[in-house]
């Protein structure tokens, strides 16, 4: 295709350059390709000076034959849209690291499917548009659960032919684009049982996700028009990911703003109910109003974008809001500060912040002004949001369901950190194992409500007898794992001890139903016992069972 446009190019070339030297216009051959020539000359430049405008037109129809829309090119935040699905899909790691996950989007020219990532290897990049697997994903709105199924061609379209053990699941979610389905996620799991409600409602809100993040991309797209100014927005993708911390995002606005725009003071406040705001950034001036402090945003000028929810540009604020305060009662006459430039912050059209420019000059900002920074605002809003759903995200996947604790996963990976942490600073630890006596028979008995009423109540009990440095774990069924940092094992007795009593003591009531509980514990520590988290783990547990084997009700520590 490149090529036939070259072509086609330097044949217009030389056809300028014959209309131009010939001498005689007259003739009717010639009057045709003058024509010819402007007509491509307007069509180059069109297509050059204004390439958005051809591409919105050729994706006004941009549907196939079965309704699905194909996902718009991204231009220069098209590595910002590779990123995100990236991010997605470790995100669904973290829910469960025995999923394996990719997503396709629609491909209408190759009628398929096409491979955006994976977590690992073992998904075929393109799948057929018949394929009637990824059919009954897409047109379903909900999560959608297949089993492997004998001689299935459409599985194996998807994953390639292997041996099966026919315990094999999908969980599949369709992807949504202006109202239209672009595509799905598909999350494989070797065996059915792994897949649980809390995991699809999670993966489910990470998928929307998705939908509302291109969106944000797409309209990004649309207002990066200088290209400097572009290239350092777009840098804070680059240079910022999901998971940094948010003050690194404010220095960047900081380099950003010192860059292109002039100001006495730049001030980034950011509000979660419209009322109270947090100032998160200072540049310049900082004697009126400094970082980290909270004001009321009634009556001041640094709330009125947030409350107007629009730009407000002047060069005289005090004419033009001689009520207002800047951020206290009464500080309006303690700097005079003349020209403002404030432009909200905003999620999903609400305000949820802004940043401001003020200068001592009475020079009104200009409307490159005005457009860059609604360009650095769009751009910070879409980081923050992505950040937030992260955050939350994060947390449910870190996080048993029931109880609140640390899942299985997250309490192994933060025990690695704690050990690596104690022999870097030659520290002691004690772990903690608690296993709930005869919980199976309260179950068999009284029901799984109750049971996890229980579950519940003993983990409030252990997590209110720790201290806040400790780290807190469900580490499996009835079974809990505490991690005692800096404390030698001798130190860690008094609290196991009084863990195993406040259970021992309390009376569990629930739905007219009275119980008695008790657990046993064993201990082991490090370095005295052991330096690595298995044996550790390993050892804990084995005394945990001698106490069992004591008749429960106790702790037990292990032998060296």
């Not at 800096?486 to 009531?509: G, H, M, Y």
């Amino acid at each position: 295709m490149l090529f036939k446009r070259q072509i086609a190019v330097i044949i217009l070339f030389f056809t300028i350059v014959i209309l131009l030297t010939y001498p005689n216009y007259d003739n009717f051959i010639f009057l045709i390709l003058k024509g010819l020539a402007i007509g491509a000359l307007a069509i180059i430049f069109l297509s050059y000076a204004f390439p958005k405008i051809i591409k919105n037109k050729l994706l006004i129809k941009n549907i196939d034959n079965d309704g699905l829309q194909k996902i718009p090119e991204l231009s220069t935040t098209q590595l910002h849209y590779n990123k995100l699905i990236e991010q997605i899909i470790d995100l669904v790691t973290v829910v469960n690291s025995k999923y394996i996950t990719a997503i396709y989007m629609t491909d209408t020219e190759n009628k398929g499917y096409k491979k955006q990532n994976s977590s690992k290897v073992g998904y075929e990049d393109f799948i057929n548009l018949k394929n009637s697997i990824i059919s009954k994903i897409i047109k379903n709105t909900n999560p959608t659960i297949i089993n492997k199924e004998k001689n299935d061609d459409d599985w194996e379209e998807i994953f390639g032919k292997k041996t099966w053990r026919g315990s094999e699941v999908i969980l599949g979610f369709p992807i949504k684009y202006s109202d239209n389905i672009v595509g799905c996620m598909v999350v494989f799991s070797d065996h059915f049982s792994s897949i649980n409600n809390n995991d699809k409602n999670i993966i489910e809100k990470l998928v929307d996700v998705i939908t509302e993040r291109v969106s944000d991309l797409e309209e990004l797209d649309s207002l990066l028009v200088d290209n400097y100014f572009s290239a350092r927005v777009n840098n804070l993708f680059d240079k910022l990911e999901v998971k940094s911390d948010e003050s690194e995002l404010f220095e960047s606005i900081r380099g950003i703003c010192r860059s292109f725009f002039e100001y006495d003071k730049l001030t980034v406040i950011l509000s979660d109910n419209k009322k109270d705001a947090k100032i998160q950034l200072v540049d310049g001036i900082h004697d009126d109003a400094d970082q980290g402090q909270e004001f009321i945003m009634k009556n001041t000028l640094h709330g009125l974008s947030i409350k107007k929810n629009k730009m407000i540009n002047s060069n005289s604020w005090l004419e033009n809001f001689p009520e207002l305060d800047r951020f206290f009662p009464g500080d309006k006459e303690t700097f005079n500060f003349m020209s403002i430039l404030s432009i909200p912050i905003k999620s999903k059209g609400n305000p949820i912040g802004a940043i401001t420019l003020e200068r001592f000059k009475s020079r009104k900002y200009t409307n490159t002004d005005e457009k860059l920074l609604e360009i650095l605002c769009s751009t910070v809003s879409t980081i923050l949001l992505w950040q937030k759903e992260y955050n939350r995200v994060n947390l449910s996947a870190m996080h048993d369901g029931l109880t609140g604790l640390l899942n299985h996963k997250t309490f192994l990976d933060r025990f690695d950190e704690e050990i690596s942490r104690s022999e870097r600073f030659n520290h002691n630890l004690g772990l903690v194992v608690l296993d709930i006596d005869k919980f199976k028979s309260m179950n068999d008995n009284h029901g799984h409500l109750q049971g996890d009423y229980i579950l519940q109540e003993v983990s409030k009990i252990i997590s209110e007898n720790v201290r806040a440095i400790d780290v807190v774990g469900r580490y499996g069924g009835d079974e809990f794992a505490v991690i005692l940092v800096n404390t030698d094992i001798v130190s860690c007795l008094p609290l196991a001890q009084r863990i195993v009593d406040k259970i021992s003591e309390k009376v569990f009531l629930n739905s007219g139903i009275s119980l008695k509980v008790s657990i046993s514990a064993g201990m082991a520590g490090y370095p005295s016992h052991a330096q690595d988290v298995r044996e550790l783990i390993s050892l804990a547990d084995n005394a945990m069972y001698v106490t069992k084997s004591k008749g429960g009700n106790g702790v037990s520590i292990a032998e060296k």
